[in-house]
């Protein structure tokens, strides 16, 4: 008979079938081989109850077991093996957005108050202080002029309306009566000539605003027989009384919230008009599940053996909030490419405060060997002496992307969007510190919406995107992607 429970090679469980055979063995060797122990018969149905409740007591046996390694424990079991050196699961994380509302000046915000995803009411985020509505800004505009005319006239436009004929000995005063006493604007200030310009000031009703641009109407203006030319520009653009607003999600995990999306007001507050987000959320976490914190593990017991890059890397990745990574050493004796003395270590981290990443540096790195980076840090060791400790963050590469989709009927209403939402998703996974972006692997993210038949890309560093090349980023890089550089078309 073969062995089972706890021998060299593990656990081996008895499974329902063997404990079955087992127990008719016994019963027939007992009452004779005539015995009835079919199912249907009173004393096969007493042995499959019985079978059945051994077969759990074993399967409990080997979840016992299992919860004493690693390896094959799940849960909280795994929580507790874990903890025997140290380690922690790390805890699910709260998305993070900054917004911009608008209202009416002095308009208190509390603290608390609740935005959400414009279409998945869901996506709850609160303001993470209090906010008051500061002032606007006025909108100014500029009117230049190729040369001082000596003679003509001009006239401007306004949303359709035009003012009196200015000629060209107007001073400012006159192109403010003129403006001034359109319908479509209630005061606006100018100063200038026509060597400098005349500056438009909207005010009053009009100011703290947005402002169409005035326009040229007639002009006749010149100078010595030649044409005089006016340009019309916007030098400050107005804005409504607003604040910019840092808010968290209610819920912990992957709260996604894309620029322009977090629009809808649900705490209403009298004053308190619009909101939106410029950029997307920094999506949160959801709590590490176990194939990742075993794979946290068997990099944190690297930790132990100080002095070693992967160890190195190891203690910065336990830092809460360092998202990626990565540690690059210089064992020549010259100056590498890259600019890093000889014998010297760059730790390049993405998130986490400063401070503590360079605790973590100055705790694992070898004595002796030199760091290098743009930051700074001072690190007191245990006889007092003072040490600098250099460390870098990854310079993000704007990533601009384009992509034109022929769809057949499967495609989904709001398609477009789950498509920037899984390229997003799949760059935020794949695109870490000194990865380079492989634009043929962004297919694998816009295929997994259904209804595309064909896919045609556009990507760059620059708007418009122009080409289809890889982007390669540096050791010292990251791509950063955002909804608001993702254009999707679906023809």
Known sequence: MADYGVINSGFVVKRLTEIKQEIETSIRSLLGNAIN?????VLGQLVGILSEREALLWELAQSVYNSQYPETAEGSNLDYVASLTGIERLDATRSEVSINAKGTETTIIPQGSIVSVEGNPEARFETAAEAVIGPGVDEVQLIEFSSVPDAGSFTLIFNGEETASLDHTSLADDVEDELNALDALS????????TDGFTITFAGADGEKPQSTLQIGSNTLETVGVD??????????????????DCIAETSGAVAALAGTLTVIETVIAGWDSCINALDAEVGKEIESDAEFRIRRLQTLAAPGAGTVDALRAEILEIDEVEAALVYEND??????EGRPAKSIECVVL?????EIAEAIWNTKPAGIETFGLIEQTITDS????????????TEIPIWLEVDLTTNSLFPEGGTDAVVAAILEYADENFSIGQDVITTRLYCPINQVAGIIDIETRIG???PPAGDDNIPIADNEISSW???RITVTEL
């Open 37 to 41: 122990l079919l199912p249907t018969a």
């Open 187 to 194: 005061e606006v200030s100018v100063v200038g000539d026509f």
């Open 228 to 245: 005089v030319d006016i340009t019309i520009s916007t030098t400050v653009e107005g804005l409504l009384p607003n604040v910019d607003i």
């Open 332 to 337: 020549t004796n010259e100056i590498d490419d």
């Open 351 to 355: 998130g986490g405060e400063e401070d």
């Open 383 to 394: 006889q007092g002496f003072d040490h600098t400790i250099r460390l870098s963050r990854p």
């Open 461 to 463: 560093i620059a708007n």
């Open 482 to 484: 955002d909804s608001s």
